[in-house]
């Protein structure tokens, strides 16, 4: 089916991934990218795509209502795919602002457009819908048992996830209240190309190739259950299409493992794949056991049963073959990594807009 699809936030690791994946899947998508391009949007990410004529880039912050409702009012936006987001834990511990106002008022900006827009008289359609991308860490901290399911009750338990839940739940605010159609889903951690190296996995990967420390945080076990993220994309392309609305699906891959496992993994994929480091000393010599983060979750685990029986969902990568791909990513794109390291990332920014 044809749609407009304002994505947010798509300059950054999943909505990248999944702008470039629909470019490919969807022929009859119109994408527009909202994004304000803090330091974890990076416009080399979609460099590859940028002169689709599907696609459009709008810089901006879903936070200025009058910025949304031009675009609202610009394009016949029938869909939104909502991943903007200040999206790390560490960081929401240091300063969590951003996050309380991206993550709560951004969402409630777009909610208040669309509902102004789609519910206005005679502008309902039957193809609309907001899907807003939510995480599985609203549910809290499991013990060495048990899956989160979408009947689970919130417990968030770190700044980010706390903001997470109040977007949740203003979303589904907007269904029982208004009957916008809203969709949500609740992903486990994601990895793949173009992740900022903040998140565990391409931090490992870029010291490790650099010898540098691999910080753990307290004693490696907590336990993450890892999706590659094509996986993602194609579950929330499927709720997009099949989703009843007013639900919410959780989506996972049934991997879970311990940080120290995925570190240790990472290490010894490397020294096979690019050789020891030059001290001639494997790379798990660098794990480094550093303080615990603050409040940290001990184990999430999905249940994803929902999302298989109702819209036939599963992921079709496994743990080692996703982590196979992303490892052969980052070796074959150093210079992502390079440019995001010393920051020259975003001069490309001011490059392009120069040149315009
Ligand atoms: P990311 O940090 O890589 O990207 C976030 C993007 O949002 C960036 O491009 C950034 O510039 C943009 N942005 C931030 N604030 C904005 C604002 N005010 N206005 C417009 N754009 C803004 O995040 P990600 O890892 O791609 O996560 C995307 C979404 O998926 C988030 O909502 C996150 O909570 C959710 N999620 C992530 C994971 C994961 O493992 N990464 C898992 C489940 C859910
Ligand atoms: P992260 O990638 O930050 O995702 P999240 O906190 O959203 O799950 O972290 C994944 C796990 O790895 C988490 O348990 C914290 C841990 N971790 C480390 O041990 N060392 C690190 O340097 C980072 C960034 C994370």
């Known amino acids: 089916m044809k749609r407009t699809v304002l994505v947010t936030g798509g300059c950054g690791f999943i909505g990248a991934n999944f702008i470039r994946s629909m470019l490919e899947a969807q022929p009859d998508w119109q994408l527009l990218n909202l994004d304000k391009l803090t330091y974890a949007g990076n416009l080399q990410n979609l460099a590859e795509v940028a002169a689709d004529p599907r696609y459009t880039f709008i810089q901006g912050d879903i936070c200025d209502r009058a910025l949304v409702e031009r675009i609202f009012s610009d394009y016949p936006v029938d869909t939104v795919v909502h991943f903007a987001a200040e999206s790390h834990v560490d960081r929401s511990i240091s300063d969590p602002d951003a996050f309380i106002q991206t993550n709560v008022f951004g969402t409630f900006s777009l909610l208040e457009t669309a509902r102004r827009s789609w519910l206005a008289e005679g502008r309902k359609a039957a193809g609309q819908r907001f899907l807003h991308v939510g995480t599985d860490e609203v549910y809290g901290s499991l013990g060495a ?167 036939g969902w599963t992921p079709r990568y496994t743990f080692e073959q996703g982590i196979a791909k992303t490892v052969e990513w980052y070796l074959a794109n150093s210079a992502w990594m390079e440019a995001v390291m010393d920051g020259s990332y975003q001069q490309y920014y001011e490059k392009m807009y120069t040149n315009r």
């Not at 994309?233 to 499927?238: H, L, T």
């Not at 609305?245 to 490397?270: A, I, P, R, T, W």
């Open 145 to 311: 048992t048990g899956f989160f399911s979408e009947e689970t009750p919130y417990d968030p338990r770190s700044p980010y996830s706390a903001s997470k839940a109040s977007s949740d739940h203003l979303v589904r605010s907007y269904f029982h209240t208004y009957g916008l159609p809203v969709l949500i889903t609740n992903c486990s951690n994601n990895y793949g190309p173009y992740q900022f190296p903040e998140k565990l996995i391409p931090l490992i990967l870029n010291n490790a190739l650099q010898g540098k420390a691999l910080p753990v945080y307290g004693d490696g076990a907590n336990v993450r259950d890892w999706l590659y993220v094509e996986d993602h994309c194609e579950a929330i392309a499927a709720v997009i299409e099949k989703g009843r609305v007013g639900q919410s699906y959780n989506v996972g891959g049934h991997n879970e493992k311990k940080n120290l496992e995925v570190v240790e993994l990472l290490c010894d994929m490397l020294d096979a794949k690019v050789g020891l480091l030059a001290s001639g000393e494997a790379r798990r010599k660098s794990i480094t056991f550093v303080t615990d983060r603050l409040g940290h979750d001990r184990r999430y685990a999905i249940d994803a049963g929902k999302i298989e029986r109702e819209l």
